[in-house]
Each structure stands twice: as C-alpha cells, then as structure tokens.
C-alpha cells in the first residue's frame, strides 16, 4: 500500500486521502483521476472501494489475467526440466567413469559425457512391481516370453505370493525393494510405465556424480550409510540410509540390492582386460547388496547375472529422459 501511495504520489499532484477521487463529470480533476486509473489500472486495486468505476474493475482483471499469462509462458519458455516427484533430475555434464584401485573391468578410468536423463529415487518396490503385475495380468507372456518373477512357491526368498488370482506382498515386506525379478522383468516394469532401464554409465553417474567419488557420500565405506555385509541379514525398506543418498538425492544406490542395468557386460573401450564373460551373455548389475561385502557397493563396481535369472539379491530402478 505504501509503494501504490508513493507511485500515486508521484504520478498525481494531488494527496493519496483527499482530492484523488473523480470530480464531477467534464472536470479537468474528473478527467485527471480517471486518466491516471486507467493509464496504471494495478494502481487501482488499492482504490477500487473509492473509485466504484466499473471500467477501472474490468481493466485490472484483463491486466491481472494477461500477467499471469504472460508469467505462465515465460516459465514453460525456461530451460528448466523438472523430474516426476518419485524421480530425480541428473543433469547432462561429463563425469568421472571406471576405478583405477578396482577390478580390471573398471579400468580404464576416462570422462563420459552424459545428457540430462532422470532416474527413481528409490529401487521399485514390492508393492510397487505387484501393481504392475495384476495390472498385466500377471507374469506369463508379458517380459518377452521369459519369466518376470519368482513368485515365493517358485522360491521361498521372494516376498511376492500368489493367492486368490491375485499377487500381494509379503507382510511387512511392502516398501522393501523387489527382488527375485529378472531382468527382462525389470525391463518390462520401465516399459510399462514409460521408462527404461538406466545404461551403465547412466547408473554410475547417478551414484557417484562428477567428481569420481568411490561411494555416493564419498571416498569411505562407512557402515552406517548402506545395508551390506548381512549386518541386517535382509533387505530394508527404500530410503532408509538417507546419509547414504547421492550427490543426486538418489537413495540406496549402495547396498540393499544390487540393481540391473541395461548393457551387457562388455570391456569399457580401450581396456587390454578379457573376460569370458564379456559379449552379449551377461547383463552388469550394479550397487552391491545386504548380503555382499560393502567394497561391491563401490560406485564403480560391476558384477553380472544371467538376464533370465531371478536372484535374492538383485533389483532394480529405471531412468527415463527429462
Ligand atoms: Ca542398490
């Protein structure tokens, strides 16, 4: 009200409380007051109860509208992506890829230039994969022609039932990540819902930022950051290590689960290491787990599994672009 009262101050000669209403019809104050009014019609939300000009009324909501307008398209003009709430945003920067001080795959270290993608927040749940499943009608036929998941009568450590024409969550095991899905059940969760496996180095990146640290928090395996080394002897709900977080407020990238990534297990370009193993046979996944040492939880650790296996240990998260 105080900066309206200076600007009508300096606009008008006259005092803001006694002559700054319309004089009577032809008057050069009547002409002086209204032309002001409509010339600034914002000023005259202040004054709308003095003025009573249907005009002035009618001007301020066309001018209000016409800001907003022209705020809401400045805004969507902004080269600002903004992930879905149940992901988050790594933006495109190059990153530091591989260990010099790990296994022979994971060398050579280099620098890999990513674009903006976004990746879960949180490995997917059990409650989450059994939405999808009843809303697919369950696993067969759906993750091209292989087996999404065990159920727990194919495998007691699954935390996934089937009962009454319907797959439900193990009790207390909700909010845990889903395990024992294969990776082309994994790929058909993403797909389902627009969104796809993270590439390795998308996977990476996610855990470790730009700045090559070992772990997401950093340099130090620190225990109380990560469920591994069966010091739980289970897995634990997402999210419950939140000083394990990475530099992209991704959770649980270490420890918990390890987490399929999309490629196959191949040399990085311009190692000299062979591995049997390399080729299109085995899908990386990536994180280490509850059960494995806290060194497989390094951001740069690879390990594999056969994409048709269902395993205790392994889970995943997906990524899409912004
Ligand atoms: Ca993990």
Redesign the pocket.
């Known amino acids: 009200m105080f900066l309206w009262k200076a600007l009508f101050d300096r606009l008008n000669s006259c005092s803001y409380n006694a002559i700054c209403l319309p004089g009577p019809p032809g008057t050069a104050q009547d002409a002086h007051v209204r032309g002001i009014t409509n010339l600034f019609p914002l000023l005259s939300i202040a004054m709308i109860n003095r003025l009573r000009t249907p005009a002035a009324l009618i001007g301020t909501i066309l001018i209000v509208v016409a800001l907003v307008g022209i705020v809401r398209l400045l805004w969507g003009l902004l080269p600002i992506a903004v992930p879905p709430s149940d992901m988050v945003l790594v933006p495109a920067d190059e990153f530091i890829m591989g260990s010099q001080e790990g296994s022979p795959d994971e060398r050579p270290v280099r620098r890999v230039y990513l674009e903006a993608f976004c990746i879960d927040r949180y490995?997917v749940t059990s409650a989450r994969y059994v939405q999808f499943l009843n809303a697919v009608g369950g696993p067969a036929g759906q993750c091209g022609g292989h087996i999404c998941l065990d159920t727990q009568a194919e495998n007691p450590d699954s935390r996934i039932l089937y009962r009454q024409g319907r797959y439900v969550v193990e009790a207390g095991y909700e909010q845990h990540?889903v395990t024992n899905v294969s990776w082309y059940g994994a790929q058909a969760y993403c797909r389902y819902y627009d969104k796809r496996l993270p590439t390795e180095a998308e996977w990476e990146k996610a855990a470790r930022g730009t700045d090559g640290r070992a772990y997401p928090w950093g340099d130090n395996l620190d225990p109380h950051k990560l469920n591994s080394d069966c010091r739980i002897g289970d897995t634990t709900p997402v999210g419950n290590y939140p000083t394990g977080v990475s530099p992209y407020w991704a959770y649980?990238?270490?420890?918990?689960?390890?987490?399929w990534v999309a490629d196959w297990y191949r040399a990085y370009p311009g190692s000299p290491y062979q591995s049997p193993f390399f080729g299109e046979k085995y899908k990386v996944v990536?994180?280490?787990?509850w059960n494995h040492p806290g060194s497989d939880?390094r951001t740069t650790c690879r390990d594999i599994a056969h994409p048709a296996r269902r395993i205790h240990v392994v889970?995943f998260r997906c990524a899409r672009e912004p």
């Open positions: 490995p990540p649980d990238m270490a420890g918990n689960v390890w987490e990536r994180g280490g787990s939880a889970g």
